[in-house]
């Protein structure tokens, strides 16, 4: 702890069950609750699988749930919950499924729409119970108040941050994630330590959160290769489902910087998923941030494993050399972005002031542009 | 993180308001949540002081808590309590009223008493709200589900574990603990630490506990003498704080071990304060288990700035310097504990099966006898 212990909000599930058949704490917590109208919002694999979440009497589902999903995607969602009017809102999926979960559990009967709530803190309450249960290893939304709902017309994230969309229950079980194919475990996995870097490293950081942002480096610096080599490995996969958590911790309070600002356009315009394009920018804004942030890259280095360093080369090399021995593929074109679109994506990134503003290096749109180009 | 990620059940209050100035927390929240008959459960010196806590319209305040409060305050408290009719309560003090405060939410038209909820989720439900405002750091009782009340015939501790004690909102603002004079300051700050040591060396420790565990030992390590030797120094003050939350987040799922079971006589049966009791054990408890919990017991000896060590007089010398150095009082026989009663005081302690039964290393009756003599 270098940092002054400044003052600070933290919001937290009250009850965060983790390990192996965690997701039993579901039912036993609906049951506790008095909870009979379940509602559960997840992507067409989790939605055939609900019945995993041991829920008694009719429960409704809404299995449509989208990657990045965007404006549509919620109206489906709400229009599902207008009819089935539920008592609990059960997000079960990853990011997006509880995103929408969180959404879909204040927007119903409030009065508000989406565009009246967009910001922080502009949800008026909550009416029913909320209960989040992760189904991948990469965003943390289960411990977080924030929601993100891609605008069609303008490939715009709009992000929602709300107390009232916290948790009641954030039932955490690695077993869920055992499925997850090798490619998706290690993007989401560096995008949980993205999550926790951008934090550490962020002009908002704190103490309170540093805590949990490097744990969260070290946690998937010692678990992730494991379970890119064997998605069965229960240890490495409760290991991640915990950094994922820590990560999530880290969004609410301080949050992400350029990391993630620089990755968005390539979801937003070139619909790649988050933890891949999270995980291919990462070395480079862990580069260019190197010597700005010097002693928490160093931690950052050697929480990976590797031989700590503040030489911008030499980071970029070790977190570089990390995601590409995971097998994440690392360039632009292979992902099909060409380079005519550079200019643009610099654009947008460099208008995300929300995350850039707290980047501890200021970035232009030039340095994005330029770190377009290194990835190409 | 070496051991293993096994199942774990983490409670939390929704919200914590950390740092200088957290106090105006309290008001916004009970405004938000629309409150209009607080009672505030406090000892007499934070009764007089509670126009801090920014309260609109009338206050109800029971100011007659009392150190290690037994079951006649618990029953004065519960008669205000039926008085006021209150709809939030608010603990403002230590442990022993913030431990009050969470039984007064509770018990008041439960139908339940005091001892049908003694043990673990014997409370039945909450009807009001419950904020917690530390002002010692020591307890961390503020972010745990527990309350402690003695047995005037037995002199025994009654332990109610219940999640409907936790608090909405714990709002730790250092700034409250500037008045605590240095002998307490001490003797709280060892306090808070023995919490994490012990919850760090239990048989029962966890890999998501030990995180807060090591953090709140390297800022006592870090902050107390600062605090001890300055009273106003707001930084020490802050650090010792987080210190105490980390302390009582090592409580709920975990738990105290020796150290605390061996102390608890000296309370009981001498009327010893909680923190003095623990200090003056401490040391003694964490050289018995070093060789058991060999890794750890290092980390500790680290943590609080000395040259880390396994070997028991080792980690004796550097821990009971590290008291002293504080000032705290180490020898029984200056705290008018008689050598005769060290008998009966290692069979009370002994027959504490709830704590010792997870010490690292198995302690007989004979062998708390030797550490009272040591200590005598």
Redesign the interface.
């Known amino acids: ?1 270098t940092a ?19 997701i039993a ?1 579901v039912a036993r917590y609906a049951a506790e609750r008095g909870f009979v109208r379940p509602l559960v919002v997840a992507d067409a694999f989790n939605a055939a699988r609900v019945d995993r979440l041991g829920l008694a009497g009719e429960i409704a589902v809404f299995g449509e749930v989208k990657p990045e999903p965007d404006l549509p995607n919620l109206e489906a969602a709400l229009a599902r919950a207008s009819e089935a009017r539920p008592d609990v809102v059960i997000g079960f999926g990853g990011g997006s499924a509880m995103d929408l979960a969180k959404l879909v559990a204040v927007l119903p009967g409030s009065g508000q729409t989406l565009k009246d709530v967009v910001g922080p803190e502009k949800v008026l309450g909550r009416a029913v119970g909320l209960i989040q249960v992760p189904t991948t290893a990469g965003t943390g939304s289960e411990g977080g108040t924030r929601a993100l709902v891609t605008d069609p017309e303008t490939q715009n994230k709009l992000a929602v941050q709300s ?1 009232f969309m ?1 948790a009641d229950l954030a039932a955490v079980d690695p077993d869920l994630t055992m499925t997850v194919p090798p490619a998706v475990t290690a993007a989401t996995g560096v995008d949980a330590m993205a999550h926790c870097v951008e934090a550490f490293t962020s002009r908002k950081a704190h ?2 959160i540093d ?2 942002a490097l ?1 969260g480096v ?2 998937v610096g ?1 678990f992730l290769a494991r379970a890119v080599a064997d998605g069965s490995d229960g ?1 490495a996969r ?2 991640l489902a ?1 950094a994922s958590l820590y990560g999530g911790f880290c969004l609410g309070p301080v949050n992400t910087t350029a990391g993630h600002a620089v990755a968005y356009p390539l979801g937003a315009r070139h619909h790649i998923a988050h933890g891949l394009a999270c995980a291919l920018i990462f070395p480079h804004t862990l580069a260019f941030n190197a010597q700005a942030s010097a002693e928490k890259t160093a931690a950052v280095i050697d929480a990976l494993g590797a031989r700590p360093t503040t030489d911008p080369a030499g980071v970029f090399e070790a977190a570089y050399g990390f995601c590409e021995r995971l097998g994440v593929e690392m360039r632009l074109s292979a992902l099909g972005v060409p380079e005519s679109d550079f200019e643009t994506m610099a654009t947008e990134a460099h208008g995300i002031r929300r995350l850039l503003d707290n980047n501890p290096r200021d970035m232009s749109r030039d340095d994005i542009l330029a770190i377009y180009r290194r990835a190409a």
């Open positions: 702890m002054q212990l400044h003052s600070i909000e933290i919001l937290r599930p009250n009850r965060i069950e983790f390990g192996s058949g965690a704490s107390r916290l103490p309170i805590l949990y744990e070290r946690l010692r240890e409760a290991g915990l």
